[in-house]
């Protein structure tokens, strides 16, 4: 009882530390989505990131509890995070992501005066998924064959993406005017980095077979 009154004592004079000591991991990685939405909103991330960090975020609150405290986050606890992952089916690569999720929200608790741990004695030791990235591409033979599969407008969209190299969100933001100049080039309207907004000479594709009725 005197050590609890002790503490309370310490919380009533110094907030920080009272803040510090009862911020859950809710509140941590909600500050850290609603960071990243605003930084979205300013043009500095993708949305698709957002939701990246959203969803990851969300496995941490479930598996912790929304009402544990960051004050409780040991290596043991984070171990045992991983273990239950692990178990339930995720692969290294997820869990991976996941981790740099709660890096970020610890990260940003700790600058705002959430949290008094340590991140790099927290979280685990060079905990990287084992991924090799194929080097395979679709042969020419095989994208006619592929566009000849598809329907007409999906078929425009691989089309789109494999000329001029484009990711998802270049191709939804896509429009008719984005194409001009002479020789023509297209202007690809990339968010994830400042390079991915860009003009692209596109290239030349070999004219499907597809039926034109």
């Known amino acids: 009882a005197e050590a609890r009154l002790r503490e309370w004592e310490r919380d009533s004079s110094d907030p920080a530390r009272a803040a510090a000591r009862t911020t859950t991991i809710r509140t941590a990685v909600e500050a850290l989505v609603e960071q990243r939405h605003q930084e979205a909103v300013a043009g500095r991330k993708a949305h698709a990131t957002v939701r990246f960090y959203a969803a990851k975020a969300g496995h941490a609150v ?16 984070l171990d045992r995070y991983i273990s239950q992952r ?81 990711e998802w969100q270049a191709i939804v933001r896509a429009r008719v005017g984005d194409l001009a100049g002479d020789p023509p080039s297209v202007h690809l309207r990339g968010t994830k ?14 004219r499907s077979r597809r039926p034109t009725h």
């Open 62 to 77: 479930r598996v912790f509890g929304e009402d544990f405290r960051l004050a409780e986050l040991t290596p043991a606890a």
């Open 86 to 166: 692990r178990g339930e089916g995720a692969g290294d690569s997820t869990i991976h992501k996941e981790l740099v999720t709660l890096r970020g929200a610890l990260k940003l608790a700790k600058r705002r005066g959430l949290w008094a741990g340590d991140v790099d004695t927290v979280l685990p030791i060079a905990f990287s998924p084992a991924y090799v990235p194929k080097a395979r591409w679709l042969r020419p033979t095989e994208l006619e064959k592929l566009l000849e599969a598809l329907p007409a407008d999906r078929g425009a969209i691989v089309a789109f993406s494999v000329a001029l190299g484009a």
């Open 193 to 206: 980095r400042a390079t991915r907004d860009r003009e692209v000479p596109p290239c030349r594709l070999r």
